[in-house]
């Protein structure tokens, strides 16, 4: 990867950046201190309980639907799946809209978090901010902002993610909180992370996009699915981003059940032309 691309200047106040910044802090070291403090069984129950739904917020709610639109489904599920999303504390609108900008301006100076911008920026910094204002993400997601539910999680996009707190407090107490519910968020963190940086430094590529995007098999083991990038990048409508047999993509597995389910309806898969592809030659 050659050189470093100049950023964008900053967008949010340094008070904004700093709460944030604090709050990502926040789900890594409680649940740390709380794992060497000692935790009950209670804690992990909550934590098996949660994690699940806070990860199909993130790859199967925030990316591929959200910010997608893979596949369809009613409004009221589409609120439920907002929900999903909220459990991370993720907001559906901001996700959505830095992610399409992400997809215009693939690993360019534009791109919210490419390895070109460096490892801090790709990891965490862009969490911080973006470098893109309120306005301009909002203006990538108008399929989406007409639905004044969506724009008050956009508003408030803490409070579900402060009730479950809450609701694992009352029962499990502090270390409930943190386990059941921040470490799931701080895990989900460095997955979406680890996607942004690995996935666009290391790995093969099945198609020569005009990007640096690759397929990373450990990533994608790690992340449920998200770590055919290159894939994705090719195709970055499609629900599955597994095009072949053996790239194990759980998120798919769970569009299918919702498929099955009557839940959501005309998911897009990728034609069979794009996963009869062979892998590209390794770049030396």
Same mark, same amino acid.
């Given at each position: 990867?050659?050189?470093?691309l100049?950023?964008?200047p ?18 890594h070291?409680l ?9 009950t069984?209670?804690?992990? +129950?909550?934590? &098996? $309980? @949660? ?6 917020? #993130?790859?199967?709610?925030? /990316? =591929?639907y959200?910010?997608h639109?893979a ?28 992610h ?21 920026h790709?990891w965490?910094?862009s969490?911080l901010?973006?470098r ?5 993400i ?39 909180m943190?386990?059941?519910? +921040?470490l799931? &968020? $701080? @895990?989900?963190?460095?997955q979406?992370?680890? #996607?942004?940086?690995?996935? /666009? =430094? ?24 998200e ?18 047999w053996?790239e ?18 005309d ?18």
């Amino acid at each position: 990867m050659n050189g470093m691309l100049p950023q964008r200047p900053f967008t949010r106040s340094r008070a904004e950046r700093v709460r944030t910044g604090a709050l990502i802090a926040l789900m890594h070291l409680l649940p740390v201190s709380m794992i060497f403090a000692g935790t009950t069984s209670t804690d992990w +129950l909550l934590f &098996a $309980a @949660i994690y699940p739904f806070q990860a199909i917020g #993130v790859g199967v709610c925030l /990316h =591929r639907y959200f910010a997608h639109n893979a596949f369809r489904t009613s409004r009221g599920f589409q609120f439920v799946l907002a929900l999903f999303c909220s459990a991370t504390f993720g907001d559906p609108i901001r996700f959505a809209g830095k992610h399409r900008l992400h997809h215009l301006h693939t690993d360019r100076e534009g791109d919210p978090h490419t390895p070109l911008h460096g490892f801090w920026h790709s990891w965490f910094g862009s969490h911080l901010d973006s470098r893109y204002t309120d306005k301009e993400i909002c203006a990538q997601v108008p399929n989406l902002t007409k639905y004044p539910e969506l724009m008050w999680l956009h508003r408030h996009s803490l409070v579900p993610g402060l009730v479950l707190c809450l609701v694992a407090f009352l029962i499990g107490g502090l270390s409930g909180m943190a386990i059941g519910v +921040l470490l799931g &968020a $701080a @895990i989900l963190v460095n997955q979406s992370s680890a #996607v942004n940086y690995f996935c /666009h =430094r290391y790995g093969r590529r099945r198609f020569d996009t005009d990007d640096q995007s690759t397929n990373q098999m450990l990533v994608s083991l790690l992340v449920f699915g998200e770590g055919w990038h290159n894939n994705h990048h090719r195709y970055p409508v499609s629900a599955r981003a597994g095009f072949c047999w053996w790239e194990i993509d759980m998120f798919y597995w769970v569009i299918c059940a919702f498929e099955a389910l009557g839940l959501v309806w005309d998911v897009k898969r990728p034609p069979e032309h794009l996963r009869q592809a062979k892998l590209l030659p390794s770049r030396t």
